[in-house]
């Protein structure tokens, strides 16, 4: 990959898509090209093929999804299906008719089986049943893993997919209904804190694990790989430790200062038990996370403070 080469995140606004813009700066490349939804809707495959036609970009970085936690997958398994496969076939195919050199299409650990071996490695793609929480989140990420494969074995395009795990960090959603427990929890132990609540309700059990990566740590990875790595092959992008939902929650009081009881709200699902890549193929190739998680959520919990809480509070 060359600076000077020109190079389109689709998905910009979003917590990873803004990560790899951010990223891709502090490496020296300039020539970044995003739109957001108004202008492009990449559900429509004729305006993401016009778009192509004009921008004719040389890489690509397919950071565009529709993504929530546990409950939003299961309330709109359509949605988390249909514009997914929309998206993504519609920018994969414009990419290879348009001779991009390079398209990264980022994954998820949720596309393996929901009892894989831990840590999981790579080959355990399609060897077992999906957790079905997150099914059809799952499927849409397999077919699009499936298709670049195909474009790079048909076709010989660039195409690489990295998997990574659990994410967190600078504009995740902080909306309860939809997010991911990272942020549902910073939230909802900062409102705890604010309203001096005796309690705070957390989802499920508190035994399930998650390997919890930030997500400048992910964007440091995504370049890496999109200047080290050409191969169809998955790869697995994560930390290498997990930990259990109770640790993660009474982590995040202690950071956001809330000293009230946990409770556990046990009609919630807990999801898949345990999540955790093997990121030994990424390790090997000399690639190495850098935010320890007590300071990635410390500087998440800045970043929330900053950028949701005031919006929050002058709605209430
Ligand atoms: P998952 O990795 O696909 O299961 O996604 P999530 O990040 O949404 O959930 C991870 C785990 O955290 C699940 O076991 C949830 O039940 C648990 N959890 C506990 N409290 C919360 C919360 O407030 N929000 C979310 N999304 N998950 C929570």
Known sequence: MERSDKIFVAGHR???????????????????????????????????????????????????????????????????????????????????????????????????????????????????????TNDAYAIAKIAGIKLCQSYAREYGANFISPMPTNLYGPNDDFDLRSSHVVAGLIRKAHEAKIDVADELVVWGSGTPRRELLHVDDLASAGVFLLENYDSPEIINVGCGEDVSIRELAELICEIVGFTGELTWDKSKPDGTPRKLLDVSKLSALGWRPRIALRDGLASTYEWFLRNVAPAALSHS
């Open 14 to 132: 979003g917590m990873v898509g803004s990560a790899m813009v951010r990223t891709l700066a502090t490496h020296g490349y300039a020539n970044v090209v995003t739109r957001d939804r108004a202008e492009l809707d990449l559900r429509n495959g004729g305006a993401v093929s016009d778009f192509f036609a004009e921008e004719k970009p040389d890489v690509v970085v397919f950071a565009a999804a529709k993504v929530g936690g546990i409950q939003a997958n299961i309330d709109q398994p359509v949605e988390f299906l249909l514009d997914n496969l929309q998206m993504q076939n519609n920018v994969i195919s414009a990419a290879y008719e348009n001779g991009v050199r390079k398209l990264l299409f980022l994954g998820s650990s949720c596309i393996y089986p929901r009892l894989a071996p831990q840590p999981i490695p790579e080959t355990a793609l399609l060897s077992g049943p999906l957790e079905p």
